[in-house]
Nanobody
C-alpha cells in the first residue's frame, strides 16, 4: 500500500509556473507507475500526465503537452509536475495517483488504485 500527499499548489498569474510535488510513503515507490490528474469545478477528473516505474515512459494529455513535465525521484519517493505557461483553464485541483504494485503506466483514471488528497492550482488571467 502507498500513501500520497501533494503539495506546491497555489495562485499564479497566467503565463507563470508552478511545481507540484507528491510525496509517497513506504519503501516501494519505485514499484508503482504514477500519474497526475486534475478536476475543475463541475467537470470530470481528467488525465494530465503519467510516468512509468523507471521514468522511461511518459505520457501527456494534449492540452498540457509542451507546457508540463512529469518526473520522479525514486530515491526520494517523490513525483513532480513542473507546470509552465499556465493558463486560466489549468485551474483545478490536481491529484497524484499510483498504479500497482508493478502496474504498467496508464492514462485511464480507473487504472489507478491509490490517490492523494489533491492540491488546488488557480491561474488568474
Amino acid at each position: 500500500q502507498v500513501q500520497l500527499v501533494e503539495s506546491g499548489g497555489g495562485l499564479v498569474q497566467a503565463g507563470g509556473s508552478l511545481r507540484l510535488s507528491c510525496a509517497a510513503s513506504g519503501r516501494t515507490f519505485s514499484s508503482y507507475s504514477m500519474g497526475w490528474f486534475r478536476q475543475a469545478p463541475g467537470k470530470e477528473r481528467e488525465f494530465v500526465a503519467a510516468i512509468s516505474r523507471s521514468g522511461g515512459s511518459i505520457y501527456y494529455a494534449d492540452s498540457v503537452k509542451g507546457r508540463f513535465a512529469i518526473s520522479r525521484d525514486n530515491a526520494k519517493n517523490t513525483l513532480y509536475l513542473q507546470m509552465s505557461s499556465l493558463k486560466p483553464e489549468d485551474t483545478a485541483v490536481y491529484y497524484c495517483a499510483a498504479r500497482g504494485p508493478l502496474g504498467v503506466v496508464a492514462t485511464a483514471r480507473s487504472e489507478y488504485n491509490y490517490w492523494g488528497q489533491g492540491t488546488q492550482v488557480t491561474v488568474s488571467s
